[in-house]
């Protein structure tokens, strides 16, 4: 399979560097379907007849898999390119949902688990890492920016998967016209099986365009002299062996643990929460099914939007300073959300939706702060070892939210009020994460690579 290899990819002279993103959000668009995972939360819930945390723990093990498989992985991402990672991630993506399937039409949580969670999330975890450092070579000038596009499509794919789940989801049950509808397990397992073979695809065509640049490129008019400019930001290399050794990489673990278990409790919800703020004393919802699908699909375009933008704002304001907006302010909105939330469906919204954009800010600005701390060496790989916080985040956000609500009640018959010690929680957690950004300092000289020349993969990958 030489024609996956890394050497295969390199770009010809006059390769226009603007064709590579629609690569990479070709990928990222199909794995962010992880967000929309609330769509049919209730409908697993009723097929299994299973309790809220039980069907969590799915998208749980997918996150935990992100992480661990970025982590372990991230090496070998960076030297074998980003076509042979895309590559795998699809068959690993496509292939969880086929067997996820089959736990379904069998009746078989376990195989859901193992299935959409365990090899799913390892095609998630290489599907996520796999563009973001070549994107970053490739815009040298404009780091955030360059990531922002890179992880858009992950906070993007439920904008698409949400409606298009709901209406598949309809298509597929013949009794989606009744009132308080609940999706059959047959529709769902149905459009497992329909999502396996139009992710396979679409993720196809993002691993045979994906192109690296040709050693020593750089782009029209960069003065690689201008880098330092802002605080933070070094010329030099940290292997990532010796940036897991140093503070401020588990300094910035906290800070993204903190800011992605607040954020995954609320998307892991979304569709059953604003219902159940808004319900009746009869019983029923303010907001139909139908309507808390196109909110899923809203905070999808929330985090999409605040992957690109805040990530952009960051190349002018410093990655310290953004974060210190997706915590600080952050940490209000939450606790607004909190106490007034139910007061209206607008302002429940409009809180929710800029909280999910700083969730998604964080994760696009990631990338780049480590880029601004350790150098571009071995970013995708370092990249890949922060990303076991969000295993972490993974397993706390959903299971302080759905732990909380189980000792309320029963989905369907939950309120506003049952979920105030959890968005609570949140509260301190974003606190923690604004202190521990606080600490961030530049990566002692100890930590540096020798300025020496370097030979074979290193080579290429410095040189890239």
Not at 25 to 54: E, P, R
Not at 178 to 204: C, E, H, P, Q, R
Not at 429 to 447: E, K, M, T
């Amino acid at each position: 399979m030489s024609w996956l290899d890394r050497d295969r990819t390199i770009a010809p002279p006059g390769f226009n560097r603007w064709l590579i993103p629609p690569a990479a959000l070709a990928v990222h668009l199909c794995i962010g379907q992880a967000y929309a995972t609330s769509v049919y939360k209730t409908a697993l819930v009723a097929h299994f007849d299973a309790s809220l945390v039980q069907i969590g723990v799915i998208f749980s093990i997918a996150i935990v898999m992100l992480g661990l498989s970025a982590a372990i992985m991230g090496t070998w991402v960076d030297t074998n390119g980003p076509r042979k990672a895309m590559f795998v991630a699809a068959l690993f993506w496509s292939g969880g949902f086929l067997i996820g399937s089959l736990g379904i039409f069998s009746n078989q949580l376990w195989l859901v688990y193992v299935g959409y969670g365990f090899i799913g999330g390892i095609g998630l975890g290489i599907g996520y890492i796999s563009p973001v450092s070549t994107l970053i070579k490739w815009f040298p000038d404009r780091p955030g920016l360059a990531t922002g596009m890179a992880i858009m499509g992950f906070g993007g794919g439920a904008l698409i998967a949400s409606p298009v789940s709901t209406a598949l989801l309809s298509f597929y049950d013949p009794n989606s016209g009744s009132a308080n509808w609940v999706a059959s397990g047959d529709s769902v397992g149905k459009l497992f099986l329909t999502l396996a073979v139009i992710y396979l695809a679409y993720m196809m065509f993002g691993a045979f365009t994906i192109k690296v640049p040709a050693p020593g490129w750089t782009p029209a008019g960069f003065d690689p002299s201008r880098v330092k400019a802002q605080a933070l930001v070094t010329t030099n290399h940290v292997s990532a062996r010796n940036a897991i050794r140093t503070r401020q990489f588990w300094l910035l673990w906290v800070v993204l643990f903190c800011n992605v278990t607040a954020g995954i409790g609320i998307l892991e919800q979304a569709a059953p929460m604003i219902q159940d703020f808004f319900r009746q004393n009869d019983g029923n919802s303010l907001v139909s099914a139908v309507v808390a699908g196109g909110f899923v699909g809203l905070l999808s375009l929330a985090n999409m939007g605040g992957r690109f933008i805040w990530s952009a704002t960051s190349d002018k304001t410093g990655r310290k300073n953004i974060y210190m907006v997706y915590l600080g302010v952050g940490t209000v909105l939450y606790f607004l959300l909190a106490l007034f939330g139910p007061s209206t469906t607008a302002l429940y919204v409009v809180l929710a939706f800029i909280i999910i954009s700083f969730y998604g800010g964080g994760f696009a600005t990631a990338p780049a702060y480590l880029r601004d701390l350790f150098g571009t060496f071995q970013v995708g790989a370092i990249h890949g070892r922060l990303l076991t916080a969000w295993s972490a985040a993974g397993i706390a956000g959903p299971l302080i939210v759905n732990s909380f609500l189980d000792a309320q009640g029963a989905p369907g018959e939950l309120t506003a009020a049952a979920y105030q010690p959890a968005l609570l929680t949140m509260v301190g957690l974003l606190v923690v994460g604004f202190v521990a950004n606080l600490f961030v300092r530049p990566v002692h000289s100890d930590y540096h690579e020798p300025e020496k020349p370097l030979v074979g993969t290193a080579a290429r990958e410095a040189r890239a």
